[in-house]
């Protein structure tokens, strides 16, 4: 975080991080932030913004009110990523007063420190600023991209490290501030943050938001577009296009069971309201936690609940990651691990023990496939983010899956009945403070290792979090639902039956993905189209199966999805169904030319986060 100690840090880091079997992340440093919140600690954030559409530029100023930790601190240092900085004040003897600043020297991946000079004992202050068009956190879309076609639409994403890209702050999860904000925007569009919303019915171009619990500068949120409210049950309600708001209310009418659920294993709702937003299809992502106020990408409308589980994510992220938040990005399985393991506690008691079955079994065949060609040094659960590798380096499934095992491992051994009140445990001890994986491992060495000892050791909880790949013994689960579907494959493979004759009516979704899951390597064209004719696969509506099957089609050559496939691209920029489609494409000199055709139509519609990793992949230049 200190500007000086980038540099000094790694170098005194590195060693310890290089020989040691087991490095500790026991860091409170953030080398991915400029901030110096250990001298100056920003603790509350006040926006006043216009959201100019024309421009494509929120501008105004944001008042920030600091915590003097080292009363001589002479500067404050903040993240920015290519903002305007027109002007800071201080609000110095009972009025604002010009100071002076500096703006460091521009990291591609991290951004521009801004060093404020503070005069003795100030304890606020305010920068004038504009973001610029091309914000790495904001993504202004034109009417064409959204339902309605007739407004535009902006949205924000602010994690890992992009809030700094529209508000200047201390961007690291280890810093938390309230904040508010008055938005002024035109006149026939509602806007909404992650604050309280609920002065939000009025259509009038003015604003105010308030969001009164501490929260990471990652969870800052706004969007802005012809949006609707409808209320759903109890806490919970969405936001949409008008288009959309009737269907994604029935979609997602199960949000409150998944409050109640969760509550009752793991303690109370501590954010007030819990609403959902539907964003436009080029939201990179399936979901962002934001706080009372869910990111949530279109292509979870299946219109049979089937991918309701990216709710009960991003809902569970409001005790794991918005109460309880990882200190560092390499803390991340704190966030994420713990979320994927209250998700499927939640799925499991609203949808039954066989369908959170079938969800962990599909999480562990991708992390299967991915851990089986990646570099061992990823595929670990916790891991020091460093600047020269980006904002994340581990893969995916080991924060996530990984991370979600490792907890199933511990309620396998503990049991439910002390394992349930373990974790309700830490995040009531730990709310609204950002924590370190060594923290975690001190609590559950204090709250449940010593607790039933034998039953498992630090060594044991040291190798699941820092050692490569899956431990030996790590949990098995077995599915009936899917052994159903291993007989119907096998009697079709083996040619006992037609693909229409398979006993295939009762099926839920996920006997569906993992059919394709564990389709064979040598599967042929004219089974490729037996398959589509009895299962109409390229033309499903549901946008993760398509993912799998046009993956499949790629792989196999099979020409009448190709249609599909470029609509497909063009209209969706959620990354993790859009890039592995492109990285499959260019595994070919063929591929490659079509990925690069249909990039160029498809990429002025994508968000900048999702611009950055096809034009990488496809040796695109920005
Ligand atoms: N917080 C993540 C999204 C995220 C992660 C944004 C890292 C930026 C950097 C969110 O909770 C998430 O995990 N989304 C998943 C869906 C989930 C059901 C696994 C996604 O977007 O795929
Ligand atoms: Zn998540």
Redesign the pocket.
């Known amino acids: 975080m200190r500007l000086v100690s980038l540099a000094v840090l790694s170098a005194l880091a590195a060693p310890a991080w290089a020989e040691t079997p087991f490095p500790l992340n026991d860091s409170r440093f953030d080398v991915l932030s400029f901030g110096n919140p250990d001298e100056v600690l920003v603790n509350d954030v006040r926006l006043d913004l216009d959201v100019d559409f024309n421009r494509k530029t929120l501008e105004g100023t944001a008042e920030l009110a600091l915590k003097r930790i080292k009363p001589k601190a002479k500067d404050l240092v903040l993240d920015t990523r290519e903002l305007t900085i027109k002007e800071v004040e201080c609000f110095c003897d009972g009025r604002w007063k010009r100071i002076t600043f500096d703006m460091g020297t521009a990291d591609a991946l991290l951004g521009t420190p801004l060093t404020v000079h503070l005069p003795d004992g100030v304890d606020k202050v305010r920068v004038h600023y504009r973001t610029s068009p091309k914000a790495s956190g904001l993504q202004w879309l034109e009417p064409v991209q959204t339902a309605g076609k007739k407004q535009p639409f902006l949205f924000s ?1 602010s ?2 490290i992009h809030a700094r890209s529209w508000a200047p702050l201390q961007d690291s999860p280890a810093v938390r501030i309230t904040y508010s904000a008055h938005l002024k925007t035109p006149k026939n569009l509602m806007a909404v943050m992650s604050a309280d919303n609920s002065a939000n019915k009025e259509r009038d171009g003015d604003y105010e938001f308030i969001m009164p619990q501490a929260i990471p500068s ?1 969870l800052m949120a706004i969007a802005v577009g012809d949006l609707a409210y409808q209320p759903m049950a109890g806490i919970t309600g969405v936001y949409a296009e008008p288009s959309v708001l009737a269907k994604a209310a029935a979609e997602f009418e199960d949000t409150q069971k998944m409050v109640v659920a969760t509550e009752s294993l793991f303690g109370p709702y501590r954010w007030g309201q819990y609403d959902l937003l539907i964003l436009p299809p080029s939201f ?6 934001n706080p009372r106020l869910s990111f949530i ?1 279109p292509t979870t409308i299946a219109g049979d609940k089937s991918l309701v ?2 709710i009960a ?2 809902l569970a ?1 409001s005790w794991s ?1 918005n109460l309880v938040t990882n200190a560092t990005w390499g803390d ?1 399985w704190l ?2 691990g713990f ?2 393991y209250v ?1 499927n506690r939640e799925m499991e008691v609203l949808y039954g023990r066989e369908r959170a079955v079938m969800e962990q079994v599909l999480s562990l065949k991708e992390l299967n496939e991915e851990f089986a060609t990646a570099e061992p040094r990823f595929t670990t659960m916790a891991s020091r983010p460093d600047p020269a590798e980006g ?2 380096s581990q893969t ?1 499934p080991s924060q ?1 899956t990984k991370g979600q095992q490792f907890l199933v491992y511990l309620e396998q051994k503990f049991g439910r009945e002390r394992f349930d009140p373990f974790l309700k445990g830490w995040f009531d001890s730990h709310a609204f403070q950002s924590v370190t994986t060594e923290d975690f491992v001190r609590y559950l060495d204090e709250n449940l290792l010593q607790k039933a000892p034998g039953t498992v050791t630090l060594e044991q909880v040291r190798a699941w979090i820092y050692a490569p790949g899956m431990p030996a013994d790590a949990p098995v689960h077995e599915s009936d639902a899917f052994k159903t579907v291993d007989a119907q494959r096998e009697a079709w493979l083996k040619g006992e039956k037609k693909a229409a004759e398979l006993d295939t009516g009762a099926w839920i979704f996920h006997q569906w993905r993992y059919l394709l899951a564990t389709l064979p390597a040598e599967l042929s064209l004219e089974q490729m189209a037996e398959l589509d004719a009895a299962f109409k696969f390229t033309q499903t509506g549901n946008a993760e199966l398509a993912h799998a099957w046009l993956k499949l089609a790629i792989q196999k050559g099979y020409k009448p999805a190709d249609a599909r496939l470029k609509d497909y691209l063009v209209q969706i920029g ?3 169904l859009i890039v592995p489609l492109y990285e499959e494409l260019a595994k070919t000199p063929e591929g490659r030319a079509r990925a690069q055709a249909i990039y160029r139509v498809a990429r002025p519609g994508y968000h900048p986060i999702a611009q950055g990793t096809v034009d990488k992949l496809l040796g695109v230049k920005a």
């Not at 990179?284 to 936690?289: H, S």
């Open positions: 994403q994690q890992a990652y990179p992502y399936g979901g962002m936690e990408t589980s990216i994510h991003e992220h990651g991340g966030n994420e979320t994927s998700e904002e994340g995916v996530y959620r990354r993790r």
